[in-house]
């Protein structure tokens, strides 16, 4: 072998990271439960993806619903593109880049119950590398005081545990 081979291959095993690695951090930027009343329209959840590895990666999103609210509405964006829950959407992001434009909306109507969504994370280099976030839309029934004292909107209620006997929770 030539003296010049030798140095290029030197050069090109020494210009790859010695340890060359990926990987990343994603955490839900809100609080991850959300109350909500009658007159809200929508909610937003944002999260924030940073490549935390020395190597750019793509990442794979799937965004599913697991408890749902009949009338509900859904949608999630990643990588500066939007889609329904159940469709994989990919962010590309170079080493020590971050994304904080990743996000679910949830659009309730006039159903009360609890909506529960998962985002799930992974990288597309390295799959095992993952992570899942749960986030929940709570609607519960309002409660209002007027000129006459308490007024409670008509609903089913449900006393837990039953029976009871120092503390009870009713829904």
């Known amino acids: 072998m030539h003296k010049s081979m030798i140095t290029g291959f ?9 340890f060359a690695q990926y990987n990343f951090d994603f955490i ?29 990666d793509s990442y794979a999103f799937d965004c599913r619903v697991i408890d749902s609210v009949p009338g509900w509405e859904e949608i999630y964006c990643a990588g500066g593109v939007c889609a329904l829950p159940g469709i994989i ?3 590309y992001l170079n080493a020590g880049e971050v994304d904080t434009n990743i996000y679910i909306a949830v659009y309730p109507d006039s159903q009360y119950g609890t909506e529960l969504l998962i985002l799930h ?3 597309v280099k390295s799959p095992n590398l993952q992570k899942s976030i749960n986030v929940y839309v709570i609607k519960e029934m309002g409660i209002a005081v007027d000129k006459e ?15 009871f006997s120092k503390k009870a929770d009713i829904r």
């Open 89 to 91: 959407l990919y962010d």
């Open 10 to 18: 030197l050069l090109c095993i020494l210009s790859v990271p010695l």
């Open 121 to 123: 994370v992974s990288s």
């Open 28 to 56: 839900c930027l809100d609080d991850t439960i959300k109350v909500i009343t009658d007159t809200t329209t929508y909610v937003q959840f944002y999260f924030r993806l940073e490549n935390t590895g020395t190597l750019p």
């Open 149 to 163: 004292g308490l007024s409670i909107n008509t609903a089913d209620f449900q006393l837990y545990p039953n029976p």
